[in-house]
């Protein structure tokens, strides 16, 4: 099944040209793993520090698989230099899920 995986940051202000760059590396990166769907930027209209980045992905686990890529946290721990607080993820699944 799917999954939307959201991710939200602030960052330092006067960091954007930075992070923009860092953020262009990390979803290159992204898009070179298995399962990688798509994903999109979007800013805060009322606090252009703010983002939130919604990947799709195929299944939970290709998510996870990326999540602790080592590459990955290289890329984590270059963006941590310019946030404000800490990064929050949010994990859903596409659709409706059934008991069973």
Same mark, same amino acid.
């Given at each position: 099944?799917?999954?939307?995986?959201?991710?939200?940051? *602030?960052?330092?202000?006067?960091?954007?040209?930075?992070?923009?760059?860092?953020?262009?590396?990390?979803?290159?990166?992204?898009?070179?793993?298995?399962?990688?769907?798509?994903?999109?930027?979007?800013?805060?209209?009322?606090?252009?520090?703010?983002?939130?980045?919604?990947?799709?992905?195929?299944?939970?686990?290709?998510?996870?698989?990326?999540?602790?890529?080592?590459?990955?946290?290289?890329?984590?721990?270059?963006?941590?230099?310019? *946030?404000?607080?800490?990064?929050?993820?949010?994990?859903?699944?596409?659709?409706?899920?059934?008991?069973?």
């Amino acid at each position: 099944m799917p999954a939307k995986i959201l991710i939200k940051r *602030q960052f330092k202000e006067g960091t954007i040209k930075e992070v923009s760059a860092l953020l262009n590396e990390f979803r290159s990166g992204a898009m070179n793993q298995p399962g990688y769907i798509s994903g999109e930027t979007l800013v805060k209209e009322d606090d252009p520090h703010t983002l939130l980045v919604i990947g799709t992905w195929r299944k939970m686990q290709n998510w996870k698989t990326w999540k602790d890529n080592p590459k990955r946290k290289a890329f984590e721990d270059m963006l941590e230099i310019y *946030q404000e607080g800490t990064t929050e993820y949010e994990e859903y699944h596409l659709g409706i899920l059934h008991d069973e």
